[in-house]
């Protein structure tokens, strides 16, 4: 089966909010130093969700990403997993936060590779937690999507996916080509071996430009704009309730719940 | 309907074939925005069968309800469904599109987005119109709750948004309101069939619905097991509170995924929200810091979550859950 995976570098999402700062002028997140950015944990669920398909039934996977040429971190760590080819589109000049210019360039991608059977990307980015990427190019693909997969499983060259919703379970089959975008509940994604790591060291990436997948995007870019973005503060000043021992203390904390109850 | 600006909301029905509350804050809020510019807000719903649930919603300050009812459509056929909602869009020409940030809007959102060349903005915790330059200033969480974004919707282009739950306030129903029903044909109506649906489980949540509940009580690792989890659900039952969880306890399978809360999860925001044995990372918090106050109980003092909560108790849940539940039961008595 010939698999394509859409993976993303972002901002490590377990950055501690003290080490979060923004830059009002630009509108923009200011990369913290010393914590190099990581590959969306969403999409290693992605690339392992490949990976499983691939031991199972062989074939190819091929990772492309958008960004800076020269940060290869999301696509080596997926290449040292088990991925087989890498691209990395130039898209340094798009908007972090428009879904049809991202969705856009990576489609051209995948029409730039040609053949394939499934494409898989995570659920959403760990750094603007849109979901829509998928959803987009399976738009701008004509190909059906399920989002958000649990399970995938590949019989008779149809796809059975699973998929947990906020109320239940769903499991849809369809056939390919086809977009799945996987969650969380996939698993845990595999760490790369000492192998994996030497073997994708060596491996080349392929550079691509906007002029090679067409430049065309203002078809498509800049639809809404960015006026503002400020960091929000979620703490609250905390009461810590004493007492001589435990249960003095709880009982304290019971009364102040049930007053809030009352309210 | 001329140049009149207007507002079109994806209605969702919940099981009790009623709108849902989130659809009702969507109404409320879309009649707040109308009123700025003397628009008019429209409801979609799309329906297998009941149509008399429209109805109700006009009282809620509807103007136009669309009905598509066709026995074929079920609300887990996204393909079908976007086609249906961007067809409405087409007749119905809104300057803006609000649905919930729901399973259903999550897909059908991006998809009708790109077949309109609409702007689309998702998890929107506030949507307010600029009347200077009219249009609609959307503002989102973003990187795990960190921070906001505050964005504008292009001139002349329609605007499609998701919203968040308890972003907007429903309207009470008013008696005698006057209002128009359009039955959409369903000719155009074409069940998808490349996408099979082979399976849709619907849980039925025990008791009060996460969504609804104006007391959580939610529990983390530091529970260690599917027995804290009877000592939660004990404390809520005298609360009359609902049950929630973060990632752990879900991965680990005490308890089903549905009783999530946090980025992945369901995003809450009750009166009152006990966190029992959770640690407070970013992404269970951005779930639920729209809560009125915040309680944590955990044994050790510098977790997290003590800086986001408004009391503290540094504990063993163990000791000190067993006296919530005596005190706390004595005064529902």
Known sequence: MEIIVCVKQVLDPDLPPMKFSIDLRKNCVIPPEGMPPVMNPYDALAVEAALRIKEQLGGKITVISLGDPSKEEAVRKALAMGADEAVIISADSLDEYDGFAKAWLLSKAVKKIGAYDLILCGRQAADWDLGVTGSIMAEYLGVPVVTRAKMIEVVDGKLTVERVTGNGNETYQLGTPALISVSSEMGQARIPSGWGIIAAAKKQISQWTQADTGNDIGKVSGRNDLLRLYASSQERVCAFIEGENTIEAATRLAEIIADIGKR | ?333
């Open chain 2, 1 to 333: 309907m001329g140049t009149e600006k207007r507002i079109l909301v994806i209605g969702e029905i919940d099981h009790g074939n009623k709108l849902t509350s989130l659809t009702q804050e969507l109404l409320g809020g879309a009649r707040k925005l109308a009123e700025q510019f003397a628009g008019s807000v429209d409801l979609l719903v799309i329906t297998a069968g009941n149509q008399e649930l429209a109805w109700d919603s006009i009282c809620r300050g509807v103007d136009h309800v669309y009905v598509v009812a066709h026995p074929g459509i079920t609300l887990c056929d996204v393909e079908t469904i976007t086609s249906v909602a961007s067809e409405v869009c087409k007749q119905a020409q809104p300057a803006l599109c609000l649905m919930g940030q729901t399973d259903l809007g999550r897909d059908i959102a991006p998809r009708m987005a790109a077949r309109l060349e609409a702007g689309l903005c998702m998890d929107c915790t506030d949507v307010s119109y600029e009347p200077e330059q009219d249009r609609f200033v959307q503002t989102r969480p973003t990187y795990g709750g960190k921070a906001m974004a505050v964005l504008a919707s292009g001139p002349g282009k329609l605007q499609i948004d998701t919203v968040r739950a308890k972003s907007m306030t429903p309207l009470d129903c008013e008696q005698g309101r006057a209002g128009e029903k359009i039955f959409v044909s369903d000719d155009h109506v074409q069940v998808d069939t490349k996408v099979k649906l082979l399976n849709c489980e619907r849980i039925h949540e025990e008791g009060i619905r996460l969504e609804d509940a104006k007391i959580i009580v939610a529990g983390g690792g530091g529970l260690g097991g599917q027995q804290g989890f009877q000592m939660l659900r004990d404390l809520a039952h005298i609360l009359n509170a609902a049950v929630g969880a973060t990632r752990v306890p879900v991965d680990e399978k005490w308890v089903p995924h549905h009783m999530e809360i946090g980025q992945t999860g369901k995003i809450v925001s009750p009166d009152l929200y006990v966190a029992v044995g959770i640690s407070g990372a970013t992404q269970h918090i951005t779930g639920c810091s729209g809560s009125g106050k915040i309680v944590a109980i955990n044994k050790d003092p510098d977790a997290n979550i003590f800086r986001v909560a408004d009391y503290g108790l540094v504990a063993d849940y163990k000791e000190a859950l067993p006296v919530l539940i005596e005190k706390l039961g004595e005064k529902v008595r």
